[in-house]
Every structure is written in C-alpha cells, then in structure tokens.
C-alpha cells in the first residue's frame, strides 16, 4: 500500500504548477499569511517546508525499508556536527532546485536573496564536526541505516569579530528566528541523571542502584540528512537538555526571588547552551564531562528503543548495532552501556561486558596529548559515582589480561592503566575507548601509523589486529557542486555526465584535458571569476589561503613569519618585480587559549600596517574575514591558489580543509603531516610543494636538544622578522609572540622556517608559469578522488561495521 494513502496524505506535486500550488497552501495553511503580504521571510520559511514535506515523504520510505529488512544499523556519536546551511543542498538532493526557482518568483523573491536567510546550525566548530557532517552524507549516499547523534546547543560556539584587536566571541543565536529544518519529538524525552550515591543489591558483586541527585530531561530534535542520487534519507538526532517541572520554584517567584525560582531550570539548560564550554575552570571542566554524559546516556537509551522495535533480548544486540565513537567525547558510552545492561536489564557482567566491546567502535583525531581527554576521579566520582565504579571493575579486569601477557611488567601497567597514577589521579579516555571498543582507527596513513608506534603503542602491542587506518574524506556534493558551481559546470562538460559527483575516481579522466588550451584556459578564468566574487583581494594575484582552527602546531606563526619576510622584502627593492599576494587567513581559536588569540591579534595588526604601507601595499595584503564557517568556507575555498597545510610534521591527524582545497585546484604548499602525504602520494610530488622535517626528523631534533635561538643567530633574514616583532612595532602581542618563538617554540616553527621560505620560491616560480600552474591545479583535481568522504564510508563499512546498504524502493 501506497505509506500516503495508508496515513491519509495526498501526494506532493512534481511540476512547476504542483510545485508552486503546495508552496501557496504551506505558505498559508503552515506560515498562516498570504502572497500579498509575505515576508522575505515567510517566503525562505515556507519553501523550506515545502523541500522538507519532500523530503519528509522520502525519510517514511526509508524507515519502511529498513523496519522490513532489520539489517546492522550504524550511530554515530559526534559532539560536533558542522552541516552548513540546509537550503541549497536540500534543493539539490531532492532536484527541486528549478522547480523552487520559479516557484519563489512567482511570490516575487529570488531564490538567491531567500537562500541567504539560511543559517547554518551552530552545531559545530572545525573539522571534527565537518567530518561528522559529510559522513552522515554519504552514509544516506551509501543507503546505509544510520543515525548520528549529537547535542543541540543553543549557541553553538561562538561568533567571532576580528578588529585590529583580535578575536571577540559573541553569542551565536543561530536559531533566533527557528529552525525549518528541524522536527522536534518532546514525547521522546529521556531522563538524565547526576551527582548522588550508589546502593548495592543484596546478593550481587556487580549490580548497583545508582540514586541521581540532579535529574535532567533530554528533548529530541532530528534533523533529516539526504542521500545524492538515491531515495535514502537518514536522520540526525538532536538532544536539548531541559529542566524536569519540578525545577521552578513557585513560592520563591512569589516572594520576588525571581533569579532564584529559576536557578535550577537555567543550571539544567546550560548543558545544551554553548559547544566546548571554556574549561578554564573547574565548573567549566565539570559542565563540558556533563554534556559528554548526557549525550551517550540519552543516545543509548534512544538506541536501545530503536533496537527492541524488531528484536528481543540481548543475544543479537551486537549483531545489530555498531556504535562508533567520533573522539574521546562519547567514550563514557561505554560505561554508560554496562550500566544499563547490568543494573538496569540484569544481564551477567562477562555477558555485558562481550556486547558491549562487540558494539563499539572508536576514531582517534589527534596525536596531541592534550587532546587525549582525561578527567579528575574526584571530578567522576562527584558527578557519576556509578560509572567510575564500573570504570574500575573494567580497569581491574584489563590489568589482569595485561598481567597475564606481559607478566611481571608493572611499568607497562601503569602505563596502560585507564586510571592515571601519576600526581592527580584521572581517567584516560583514550585508554577506556581502546579497552571497551573492537575496533580503533586512525584518520590518515601517517597518523594511523604514529598511533600503533607512539601514543598507543602499548595497546597495539596487546591487539594489534584491533588497530585499522581509515583516511578521512569529504563531500565533493557540498565542497564542489554547490561551492564552485562554474567548476562543477566545466567538469560534467569535461566528462559528459554528473556521475563523478557519486564516484569521484571519475575525475582522474580530468588528466588528459589538462593539455587541452580552451579547457585550461578556462580553468583559469573559473579560478578569477571566483575570487572576484569572494572580492577581498586583487583577483590577479596569488591568492594564498591558510584557513583552519588557530592552534600554535598548525604553525600559523610560520606564515606570519613569512609575511614580514616578504614586507621586508618588497620595503628593501621597492621596484622590485614583485607577484601580488593575497594571504588570506580565517579561523577561530578556543576563547580560553591565549597562544591562539595571540596570534590573531598580531595577524590583525600585521595586516593593518601593511595596509597603510604605500611601498607594500600595492604588491602583499593580508586579510581575516570573521566569523569562519562552511559558509565562508564555500566562498574562500573555490577562490584559493595556495593551500597551506604547514603543521609540524607528526602533529596533525589528517586535516580535511587540504583535500577541499585540492579538490577545487588549489595548490598544496605542506609538510609530510596527516593527509598531506596521501595527497603528495596521489597528485603527484611535482605538483606538490614540499617543505620541512618529517615526523621522525621532527622527533629526533626535540630529542637531540632543539635549540631556537640557533636558527635565529644563523639567519640574517628570520632574525629581522623575529627583530621586528619584538621591537614593539607590533605591539605588546609582537614581543610576546617572538618571545615564545625563541623560548621554547614547541612546534620548531625555526627549524621549518628556511625550507618553507625556499618552498615558498619555488611558489612564485611557478605563478610565473601560467600553463604550467594551471596544469598543476587541473592535476590536483584530477586525482583528488580518493578523499572522497564516500570511499571513507565504503572503508568503514567494510572493515570495522560489517554492515550493507539497504536500497529505499523508488516512489511508485
């Protein structure tokens, strides 16, 4: 039976005509107005809802298929989830794009202006969430059964204001005006637990009750994620955390006490406020362990319902669900699911304990140690007494495995230990996510390797069988289609059909056109066309983009360096044949990292002297567009000549913002760091501009006694860059920077320096070269198609999930 006539729902129309006649009844039955007197808008509101009913009537085929075949489904635990703005894509994925076009003219609105009223969900910070994002993609591309979970925060992370003083965080009220995409399910809500103590059961060693002594609600939102070319479209699950009734005190609001009445409610809700709350503090630190908690703890209770819909008991529970744990944030899941397995549905612990292990899987995304979260055991045991009791029986169990393997080898117990010894007592969630899972990935070549030989080596060791790469990779729909359409254009007349954007490999057939002279020239006016539309700079100059989080080992202070080396440069020969650049930097640092924020403000201020410089200014210009995001991303990106990826080698797990950039012909400036190597590997060394130490050189130079000052004495040129900075020209930030660079400079930007201003050259040789270039930026795309985040999908699907695709039947 047809699911609309089954529901009473009369069938969406697919003509102009039938298009346009749903959008006038949405607009008046659903926004309540009329055409005469819609808004811009009522116009956005309304066409959204009516992509969405399409969409909609799509998700019920879906959940149809899947509830018949009952297949492995896939959750994704993601603290971030950077999905971009909806509108555009949504168009596309439903091909309503034309139809909306004349639709919303006939209202008397373009469809540009309304695609601008769409904000992006403030869901999100770098790549992380961007990642997340562009796998739920092509989980729905792959007609995989998926769902993603995350929190949705009310304020995401913040909205950035660069000024000649640097970064300022505001508020980003990203849903002030509501949200069209989003379906809420307050009848879903799920109970949260804190605090309290635990009470043991007569007659059990490993079943406790926990008492809470806060509770909280979860409220679901989801947000529906469309496959490109086929009829799947999963979801993305939102949890907002809302106060329980009894939170309002009513006698208190009485006696005017208005704050008070409320303070419990508003301590509730911070949970979902804001993403990353500054953990500077201890309340801080302890609201971040919240959030991660009251993620897993209503996720897993939502996968448990979606699990007992078609099955029964716990024996098939791992062979239906594969849980996978994007980073250290959702690892308390693993403990959270012993709790419930053991105390709340009673099953035997060993059996628990083989579910839950069979279940999880986990993604590792750094190698900084910092990044590998840990938390106080005072911290745990306040907040949930009951999982760090879980945590050390886990713990218990693991040493003894250890101890029976390596026997008598305490000092590799004390390493491996997920409990850390050592001054303040923690939990290594790294350690727990390793422990718990079955199977654990790196995110590149490079970073998969260092995690099996440095920062987990030991657990590599115990299961080497257990550790698998997984290269990362990125939605071409969204960073190539949608983001570069002129692009996008040349390459479909280029190949004949839109079949690339759903196999990427297709554009290795892009190699035999880059020879071609109407095709590379106008490769080349695309490339001018688009950095006049992102207009922040001469379009004939080398645009030179670095865009990406701001963190002292992505070594955005080596690119500053090297712009005072050119202001130097051009000041000394001001006749000089100079190329024209535009260096374009953008990204946000975390508001409590005072490195980071350094170096913004000094980039700002480097900029503004360069600006009001007559001699320099017609040849270098530095600019920092605020607030960056995929939306701003999708308009640097097409318009970049130069990609820098120049983190010190060994420290960055993959990055993504490098395969966006070569998939759109930029030309990749890096070290041997993360993806960088994959992506030299396949566009080809000479397209590929190399610099600096590898990751073992890196290791060996801070073993060997690196010593900065040593590269300052011994280069006239980084000693006047370094001069300048510390000369107060620049500011206080100037001397503190170069203060920090010929301190201790931990990411050896020094070291680097020569090599990258040497690479840096060889740059503008090249740009000097138009075909030659142009040739290089054609190749670049051209072999770009492995970072597709669709092979991703079919890697993890194959070899850590185990699951397949389920084909959604076509509307009859």
């Known amino acids: ?71 492995r489904w896939v959750y994704y635990l993601s603290a971030e989830y950077l999905l971009g703005a909806q509108l555009e894509q949504n168009l596309l994925y439903s091909g309503t794009g034309d139809l909306a076009a004349e639709a919303v003219k006939a209202l008397g609105f373009s469809l540009e202006d309304l695609e601008d009223l769409d904000v992006e969900p403030g869901l999100g910070n770098g790549g992380l969430g961007r990642l997340a994002a562009c796998l739920v993609d092509s989980l729905a591309t792959r007609d995989i059964p998926a769902v993603g979970y995350g929190i949705r925060y009310d304020l995401g992370i913040f909205r950035q204001v660069i000024t000649e003083n ?87 609001f009485s006696a005017g006490q208005y704050a008070e009445a409320v303070q419990e409610a508003v301590r509730a809700e911070n949970i979902s406020k804001v993403l990353y709350p500054d953990d500077s503090t201890e309340l801080g630190r302890e609201l971040r362990l919240k959030q991660q908690y009251f993620l897993v703890s209503c996720s897993l209770r939502d996968i448990v319902r ?49 579910i839950t292990r069979k279940t999880f899987a986990y993604t590792c995304h750094t190698l900084l140690p910092e990044a590998l979260e840990t938390w106080p055991v005072k911290m745990f045991e306040r907040l949930l007494p009951r999982h760090l009791e879980i945590i050390y029986l886990i713990n218990m169990l693991f040493l003894r495995e250890v101890e029976e393997r390596f026997p008598g080898d305490h000092d590799r117990l004390r390493r491996m230990s997920i409990i850390g010894e050592e001054g303040e007592r923690r939990v290594r969630m790294a350690h727990l996510a390793v422990v718990g899972t079955e199977a654990v990935n790196g995110v590149a070549e490079l970073h998969s390797k260092l995690l099996r030989e440095t920062v987990l080596d030991d657990f590599a060791e115990l299961w080497p069988a257990k550790f698998q790469n997984v290269t990362n990779g990125i939605s071409p729909r ?5 983001a570069n359409p002129r692009l996008s254009d040349l390459i479909t007349e280029g190949l004949g059909d839109e079949g690339w954007l759903r196999d990427l490999d297709r554009l290795t057939e892009l190699e035999y056109l880059a020879g071609d002279a109407s095709f590379t020239e106008r ?26 989080r701001f963190h002292e080992y992505k070594r955005q202070q080596l690119k500053l360096l090297h712009v005072i080396t050119l202001y130097h440069r051009i000041r000394a020969n001001p006749g000089g044949d100079w190329i024209p650049r535009t260096i374009l930097f953008a990204g946000k640092a975390a508001p409590a990292y005072h490195a980071a924020k350094d170096i913004i403000r000094l980039i700002a201020t480097v900029a503004a002297r360069i600006e009001a410089d007559p001699v320099v200014s017609p040849y270098l210009k530095v ?32 990055g993504t913002g490098n395969m966006k950039l ?151």
């Open 478 to 482: 969204r960073f190539i289609k949608l």
């Open 523 to 548: 490769w080349r006016s695309i490339k001018r066309a688009n950095k006049v539309d992102l207009a922040l700079g001469d379009p004939d100059s080398l645009t030179d983009v670095m865009i990406k």
């Open 1 to 71: 039976m047809d699911l609309r006539q089954g529901i009473g729902l009369r069938k969406l129309g697919k003509t102009a005509d039938e298009f346009q006649q749903d959008l006038l009844s949405n607009l008046f039955y659903r926004r309540g107005t009329t055409v005469e007197s819609a808004s811009a808008r009522d116009a956005y509101e309304t066409l959204s809802l009516t992509v969405r009913d399409r969409l909609a009537e799509r998700r019920a085929r879906t959940a149809a298929a899947h509830y018949a075949s009952n297949p």
């Open 306 to 354: 979606r699990f007992r819909l078609r099955n029964e008991g716990w024996d098939t529970f791992a062979e239906k669900t594969v849980i996978q744990l994007n980073d250290t944030h959702p690892t308390i899941a693993i403990p959270e699911l012993m709790r419930l397995l053991v105390d709340e549905y009673e099953v035997d612990w060993d059996r628990a304990w083989e």
């Open 166 to 252: 640097g970064q300022t965080e505001l508020p980003d009220d990203w849903a002030f005006h509501g949200n069209p995409w989003e379906f809420p399910a307050p009848d879903d809500r799920q109970t949260v637990g804190f605090y309290g103590h635990t009470e043991p059961i007569p007659g059990s060693q490993t079943r406790k009750i926990w008492v809470p002594g806060e509770i909280v609600l979860g409220e679901p939102s989801h947000m529906l994620v469309p496959g490109y070319g086929t009829e799947t479209v999963n979801i993305v699950r939102l949890w907002s955390a809302k106060a329980s009734e009894a939170s309002f005190d009513l006698s208190r």
């Open 662 to 812: 070569a998939l759109n012909g930029a030309i990749t400036i890096g070290t041997l760091d993360g993806a960088n190597i994959e992506i030299r590997a396949r566009v080809g060394a000479e397209n590929f501009f190399l610099f600096g130490m590898d990751a073992y050189q890196a290791a060996q130079t801070r073993i060997n006694g690196y010593d900065p000052r040593h590269f300052y004495e011994h280069d006239a040129e980084l000693r006047a860059a370094l001069d300048t900075l510390a000369s107060g020209i620049f500011g206080e930030v100037g001397h503190r920077v170069a203060g920090s660079l010929l301190g201790w400079d931990e990411y050896l930007t020094l070291a680097d320096y020569r090599g990258y201003i040497e690479a840096q050259e060889e740059v503008e040789r090249a740009w000097r070269e138009p075909a030659r270039w142009t040739r290089m930026s054609i190749l670049n795309t051209a072999h770009s198609g492995f970072f597709s985040a669709d092979r991703t999908i079919s890697d993890y699907a194959a070899r850590i999930w185990r699951v397949a695709p389920v084909p959604v039947p076509h509307e009859d």
């Open 623 to 654: 600019v920092f567009p605020s607030n960056y995001n995929v939306t701003l991303a999708e308009r640097i990106i097409p318009a970049a000549d130069l990609s820098e990826q120049i983190s010190l080698a060994g420290k960055e797990a993959s």
